[in-house]
Structures are given as structure tokens and as C-alpha cells.
């Protein structure tokens, strides 16, 4: 039976969990799919986050939770995640701070395809001024570097067709750039243009320096 798996790695986003469950259930049930899981990873946060999620789990057998022992940061927990995806799933890489929306994922998911990744891509972000152009000039840059590979303002916000989720699994590098990665091993892509908005709570917990595409 086809199966999706929602990864979203965080760490300290207590405000923000019980919305992000309630938004993918809603999603989910009004285009009728059952068949999905949400993978959280929890990068060593200091807050309720934990707790929060632990008491979710108890009552929504959807919900796991993977707990790092310190921070490792965001890649190594999506790597961690990607390890408990079974390698039939389709999957998606997603922040828990609804900056993306979760009903994109249910719009656009055919089980019956499993050739083709969904690249969601920025038509617009509601971001500051700095931030829009940092990340524009980042962008063009890794495009042109990586060969069309890494498509501009497009993040790990994919939707992965089993056969690349196969092969993020077996990849064995130390600090995989999974937007680079995940059109690598993709045998079409499809790329579909939003708006992405603002937290639904909180600061991000990225600085410039850290933020893709910046740190590669």
C-alpha cells in the first residue's frame, strides 16, 4: 500500500506543533488520504516541544518522534529521519512552522507516479528585503554551479517519489545538501510555483549564515 512520510526536522517550536499537525490532518482528510505518517525530528530543544509531541503520539499513532541526544543541526536530523522512512514511502521534507503549507502536499500527491519529484519553488516570500536578495543571488549562483540541479528558490519543500527516497537512504555523505540531492537522484521533476508566508509563531531558529542556500 503507497504511504507518504512527512519529515520535519525543528528544534524549539513549541507554539507551532499543534497547528502543524491539526493544518496536515485537515489536508489530508478533505482529499480523502490516509495512508501518511509525520516523522519529527527533535533537535535537542530546550522547550515543551517534546512534550507536547509525546502527548500527541499518544492518542495519533501517525505521529513519531525521533529525539536527538545534543544538536546535531538541521541536516544530520533529516538524515536521522530519512533512516526510519521505509524505502516504499514517498516522502517530503517540511518545516513544522507553516512558512510552507501542508495543502500543497495533499493537492499534488499522485501515488500512481512514482517518476516524478514535486519541486515547490517561491513565486513569492513574504521575507525581508536583505533576506529576498541574499537568497536570490545564492541561488543563481548554485544553479549555475550545479548544473540546473539546484532550481532557484526552490528548497527541500519536495515531494519525493519513492525511488529517489531509495537512494537519499544509501547515500553515505557527511553533510548531504538535500536540495542538490534530491534532483540528482530524480528521474523527472515538476516544478510548482507558491507563496511562501510567514511563521505561524516564533523566530526562526537560522541565522543567515546557517540558512541554505548560504551555508553551501
Given at each position: 500500500?503507497?504511504?507518504?512520510?512527512?519529515?520535519?526536522?525543528?528544534?524549539?517550536?513549541q507554539?507551532?506543533?499543534?497547528?502543524?499537525?491539526?493544518?496536515?490532518?485537515?489536508?489530508?482528510l478533505?482529499?480523502?488520504?490516509?495512508?501518511?505518517?509525520?516523522?519529527?525530528?527533535?533537535?535537542?530543544?530546550?522547550?515543551?516541544s517534546?512534550?507536547?509531541?509525546?502527548?500527541?503520539?499518544?492518542?495519533?499513532?501517525?505521529i513519531?518522534?525521533?529525539?536527538?541526544?545534543?544538536?546535531?543541526?538541521?541536516?544530520?536530523?533529516?538524515?536521522?529521519?530519512?533512516?526510519?522512512?521505509?524505502?516504499?514511502?514517498?516522502?517530503?521534507?517540511?518545516?513544522?512552522?507553516?512558512?510552507?503549507?501542508?495543502?500543497?502536499?495533499?493537492?499534488y500527491?499522485?501515488?500512481?507516479?512514482?517518476?516524478?519529484?514535486?519541486h515547490f519553488?517561491?513565486?513569492?516570500?513574504?521575507?525581508?528585503?536583505f533576506?529576498?536578495?541574499?537568497?536570490?543571488?545564492?541561488?543563481?549562483?548554485?544553479?549555475i554551479i550545479?548544473?540546473g540541479?539546484?532550481?532557484?528558490?526552490?528548497?527541500?519543500?519536495?515531494?519525493?517519489?519513492?525511488?529517489?527516497?531509495?537512494?537519499?537512504?544509501?547515500?553515505?555523505?557527511?553533510?548531504?545538501?538535500?536540495?542538490?540531492?534530491?534532483?540528482?537522484?530524480?528521474?523527472?521533476?515538476?516544478?510548482?510555483?507558491?507563496?511562501?508566508?510567514?511563521?505561524?509563531?516564533?523566530?526562526s531558529?537560522?541565522?543567515?549564515?546557517?540558512?541554505?542556500?548560504?551555508?553551501?
Open positions: 500500500m503507497n504511504k507518504i512520510s512527512i519529515l520535519t526536522s525543528f528544534r524549539n517550536e507554539d507551532n506543533i499543534k497547528k502543524f499537525i491539526e493544518n496536515v490532518k485537515n489536508c489530508f478533505e482529499k480523502k488520504i490516509e495512508n501518511y505518517e509525520i516523522i519529527f525530528i527533535d533537535d535537542d530543544s530546550s522547550d515543551q517534546f512534550k507536547i509531541l509525546s502527548n500527541f503520539a499518544e492518542t495519533n499513532k501517525k513519531k518522534i525521533i529525539k536527538m541526544k545534543r544538536r546535531y543541526g538541521h541536516s544530520h536530523s533529516i538524515q536521522a529521519g530519512l533512516e526510519k522512512v521505509d524505502e516504499n514511502n514517498f516522502c517530503v521534507l517540511i518545516d513544522c512552522d507553516l512558512q510552507d503549507p501542508p495543502s500543497l502536499i495533499a493537492e500527491l499522485n501515488f500512481q507516479d512514482k517518476n516524478t519529484t514535486i519553488v517561491r513565486k513569492n516570500r513574504d521575507d525581508g528585503f533576506q529576498k536578495v541574499y537568497s536570490f543571488i545564492a541561488y543563481k549562483i548554485l544553479n550545479s548544473f540541479k539546484i532550481i532557484n528558490n526552490a528548497g527541500y519543500f519536495k515531494i519525493m517519489p519513492p525511488c529517489v527516497t531509495k537512494k537519499l537512504k544509501s547515500d553515505k555523505e557527511y553533510l548531504p545538501y538535500w536540495n542538490y540531492l534530491i534532483t540528482k537522484y530524480s528521474q523527472k521533476n515538476k516544478k510548482i510555483f507558491y507563496t511562501r508566508g510567514k511563521r505561524f509563531s516564533g523566530d531558529k537560522f541565522g543567515i549564515l546557517t540558512l541554505n542556500p548560504w551555508m553551501t
